[in-house]
């Protein structure tokens, strides 16, 4: 198996984010509430669902823990606080291939099934933060590979995953990787 490791970090901070769908036709603009502050993020591009599967292009609501996350060195992002960023690079991807044993788990490349390639051509993964969302339970068929990641350059949506601007991910990297969850409401 080509599985590797991933040790989630410990959740020690009670701060909740919200994540909603924006007011609008666009199904994949969300918005960020932390505190009495509010973003702009994007979404799945069918917006967020209660009942999200695989590939079914949604962002699923729920209660996410953020378990840590992946940094693509070449690009680096300025981070503070004690815990480190895991680094991309060429072998890592996920597993996204719901009959595997590995599904919805990092995976050393070259990988037989189905899977992503962590390092992208494009920014979205340049800093990416893990949620827990069908990774501590998994069952088959439920999503994979839900993160915080960059926004698209298009600012278009994403596969299920909550992107945000990479200035703002920036400024809130800190409070972010210290295990804030983000509740998604439908």
């Given at each position: 198996?080509?599985?590797?490791?991933?040790?989630?970090?410990?959740?020690?901070?009670?701060?909740?984010?919200?994540?909603?769908?924006?007011?609008?036709?666009?199904?994949?603009?969300?918005?960020?509430?932390?505190?009495?502050?509010?973003?702009?993020?994007?979404?799945?591009?069918?917006?967020?669902?209660?009942?999200?599967?695989?590939?079914?292009?949604?962002?699923?609501?729920?209660?996410?823990?953020?378990?840590?996350?992946?940094?693509?060195?070449?690009?680096?992002?300025?981070?503070?606080?004690?815990?480190?960023?895991?680094?991309?690079?060429?072998?890592?991807?996920?597993?996204?291939?719901?009959?595997?044993?590995?599904?919805?788990?990092?995976?050393?490349?070259?990988?037989?099934?189905?899977?992503?390639?962590?390092?992208?051509?494009?920014?979205?993964?340049?800093?990416?933060?893990?949620?827990?969302?069908?990774?501590?339970?998994?069952?088959?068929y439920r999503g994979s590979a839900i993160f915080v990641h960059l926004t698209r350059p298009d600012n278009g949506p994403t596969e299920g995953?909550?992107?945000?601007?990479?200035?703002?991910?920036?400024?809130?990297?800190?409070?972010?990787?210290?295990?804030?969850?983000?509740?998604?409401?439908?």
């Open positions: 198996m080509h599985t590797i490791p991933f040790k989630p970090l410990v959740n020690n901070n009670k701060q909740v984010w919200t994540v909603r769908r924006a007011p609008g036709i666009l199904a994949h603009r969300g918005l960020l509430r932390i505190g009495s502050n509010v973003f702009a993020c994007n979404l799945g591009r069918n917006g967020i669902s209660v009942r999200k599967r695989e590939g079914d292009g949604a962002t699923p609501a729920g209660r996410l823990s953020v378990l840590g996350g992946y940094q693509n060195t070449a690009k680096p992002f300025f981070v503070t606080g004690s815990r480190k960023l895991r680094q991309i690079d060429e072998s890592l991807g996920w597993c996204d291939a719901p009959n595997h044993p590995s599904y919805n788990m990092p995976v050393q490349l070259p990988f037989g099934a189905s899977h992503e390639k962590m390092m992208r051509n494009d920014r979205l993964y340049d800093l990416c933060l893990v949620l827990d969302w069908n990774f501590s339970r998994r069952a088959r995953c909550i992107a945000l601007d990479p200035k703002l991910m920036q400024r809130l990297l800190s409070q972010l990787v210290k295990g804030v969850q983000i509740r998604v409401i439908a």
